[in-house]
C-alpha cells in the first residue's frame, strides 16, 4: 500500500520559509518521479515543482523560480520543497503526488493528503 504523507506547512508571514516534507512508503521510491502541486480557493490545482526519477532533471513553474527548491533523498524515501521568500499568493494546500518513472509534467499516481500553507502580508 503507497502512502505519501505531508508535513511542514502552517500560518507564516509573508518573506518568510517553510519546508515541506513528504515521505513516502510501500513503494521503490528512488523509481518514482516526485511533484509538488498546490491548490489555492477558487483555483485549479498547480504543479509547483517536480522532481525525475533519473538524471536528476526538475521542473519549477515561473512564479516559484528562484524562491522554491525541490530535493529528494532516496535513502529516506523523502521529497523536500524549500520555500523561500513565501508570498501571500503562495496560500494553497500543498499536495505531494508521484508516478512511476514518470515524466516532469505527468505526475498522478499517487497522491498525498495536502498540508495547508497560509502566507499572511
Known amino acids: 500500500q503507497v502512502q505519501l504523507v505531508e508535513s511542514g506547512g502552517g500560518l507564516v508571514q509573508a518573506g518568510d520559509s517553510l519546508r515541506l516534507s513528504c515521505a513516502a512508503s510501500?513503494?521503490?521510491?528512488?523509481?518514482?518521479?516526485m511533484g509538488w502541486f498546490r491548490q489555492a480557493p477558487g483555483k485549479e490545482r498547480e504543479l509547483v515543482a517536480a522532481?525525475?526519477?533519473?538524471?536528476?532533471?526538475?521542473y519549477y513553474t515561473d512564479s516559484v523560480k528562484g524562491r522554491f527548491t525541490i530535493s529528494r533523498n532516496n535513502a529516506k524515501n523523502t521529497v523536500y520543497l524549500q520555500m523561500n521568500s513565501l508570498k501571500p499568493e503562495d496560500t494553497a494546500v500543498y499536495y505531494c503526488?508521484?508516478?512511476?518513472?514518470?515524466?516532469?509534467?505527468?505526475?498522478?499516481?499517487?497522491w498525498g493528503q495536502g498540508t495547508q500553507v497560509t502566507v499572511s502580508s
Open positions: 503526488a508521484a508516478s512511476f518513472r514518470g515524466r516532469l509534467y505527468d505526475i498522478d499516481e499517487y
Open positions: 510501500g513503494l521503490t521510491f528512488s523509481f518514482y518521479t
Open positions: 522532481s525525475s526519477w533519473s538524471r536528476g532533471s526538475t
